[in-house]
């Protein structure tokens, strides 16, 4: 199994270390890495890390600026990295961290490696062990921020 790691120069946290370093606890995996510029050169980069490297999954990090120019880019990108998956008929698993999401650099450094982290999780039980995401199945899990947990009558 050969997982990717793909992400940016953008980013103002190299998510990108917390995810290999996250895949490393949970399996025995080749990793391969490949920055790019910025999330809009991620669709690429994922697809080539699938067909020319052979990647089985594929985990996609990003951080969208707070301007609209930046949401509207990552509305672009997001629709990228969908038609990657479509045309490789493999996983992208999205990672976006908007810069607005938290109220200061501190947060949004916590909110980074902690999205990354446990997205770096799914995506190892997306391919190794599917069942666990099955048993967490309509749970209100949240990547990043608490989860918001199942809703009840
Ligand atoms: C407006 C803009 N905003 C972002 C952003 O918020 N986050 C990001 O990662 N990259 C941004 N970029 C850069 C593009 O994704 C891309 O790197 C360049 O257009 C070169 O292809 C651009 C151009």
Known sequence: MKIGV????????NMGAFVVDELRKHASVAIERYTVPGFK????????L????????????????????????????????????????????????HEDEAENDRELAWLAE???????????NLILR??????QAGTGQRQGFEDAGPARQ
């Open 114 to 124: 902690r999205r990354a982290r446990e997205h770096a999780e799914n995506a190892v």
């Open 41 to 48: 050169d991620l669709p690429v980069a994922c697809k080539k």
């Open 130 to 135: 599917p069942q666990v995401l099955t048993r």
């Open 50 to 97: 699938i067909e020319e490297r052979g990647c089985d999954i594929v985990v996609a990090l990003g951080m969208p600026g707070g301007k609209d120019k930046d949401k509207m880019c990552a509305h672009e990108a997001s629709q990228g990295l969908m038609l990657a998956q479509l045309m490789t008929n493999r996983h992208i698993i999205e990672v976006f961290v």
């Open 6 to 13: 793909a992400d940016t120069t953008f980013a103002r946290v």
